[in-house]
């Protein structure tokens, strides 16, 4: 099971924090919270991770090694300077050649308490070419921006206005691709939001979707990081 991890972003939102580090790296109790992540994947079943990274990557590089710290096999796909936007960033790793027909995608700020191999089963078992993770959310956590179905998101959409009534989900942060939709859906060196593709998808049919019913946690904002922080701190009392 390989996961890739989008951990290129500039982190504005979190500096003065994320002037000298990278988001992956900012610390929760003394420990990156690249381990908080990379532990979960790997009690999850997943076997090989990607990190896509672009600022201050290398400090990634140094932190993660090989992954073997973690019993994971770990690979690195440097932007460089030139950022690319999330869906780009994919489209720049299944370049490379290192993506396997179909993999897990997830954000290096993202902590999801969910079990990473009942979702790679489920898209195992799909026919569509992707599959999203959806919490019902009701403007609860974010801005609510999916409708679902119980089988597909029928509608995925992060700027629609005024919203529909169903539109009652929010995208969890953990996705399954295939490795021809990305090479289809998303032209090669280009500045894109991997939400334009799922969108996309959405619309056509062919974006699955599966419910989830634990919060997800993010360590890209102050408010964020303090609930990770809360919820380590109960873990380890």
């Known amino acids: 099971m390989q996961c890739l991890v989008l951990a290129g972003g500039l982190a504005t939102r979190m500096r003065p924090i994320t002037e000298t580090i990278p988001k992956s790296l900012i ?34 590089r140094e932190f ?63 026919p569509e070419p ?20 119980g089988r597909r998101v029928n509608l995925y959409d992060k700027k629609l206005t005024p919203k529909p009534k169903a539109m009652r989900y929010i995208d969890y942060g953990l996705m399954g691709m295939e490795r021809k939709i990305i ?5 090669r060196e280009t500045k894109v939001d991997l939400a334009d593709l799922l969108s996309r998808l959405s ?17 890209g904002s102050p408010s964020g990081l303090r609930d990770f922080e809360a919820l380590v701190a109960t873990a380890q009392s």
């Open 183 to 187: 090479e289809d859906g998303i032209p």
């Open 203 to 219: 619309r056509e049919g062919r974006l699955a979707g599966m419910e989830v019913f634990e919060r997800f946690y993010e360590i």
């Open 27 to 60: 610390p929760v109790h003394g420990t990156p919270f690249a381990h908080y992540q990379l532990k979960k994947l790997a009690e999850d079943g997943v076997t090989e991770v990607v990190f896509s990274i672009g600022y201050l990557g290398e400090q990634i």
């Open 130 to 149: 992707a599959l999203m993770t959806v919490l019902e959310n009701s403007e609860k956590w974010d801005s609510s921006n999916a409708c679902f179905d």
């Open 64 to 126: 993660v090694g090989d992954g073997s710290r973690w019993g994971l096999k770990a690979r690195f796909v440097d932007e460089g300077r030139e950022l690319r936007g999330t869906g780009g960033a994919v489209r720049f790793c299944v370049d490379q050649g290192v993506m396997q027909e179909r993999f897990l995608v997830t954000y290096g700020d993202s902590y999801l308490p969910i079990d990473y191999g009942g979702v790679w089963k489920r898209f195992q078992d799909c």
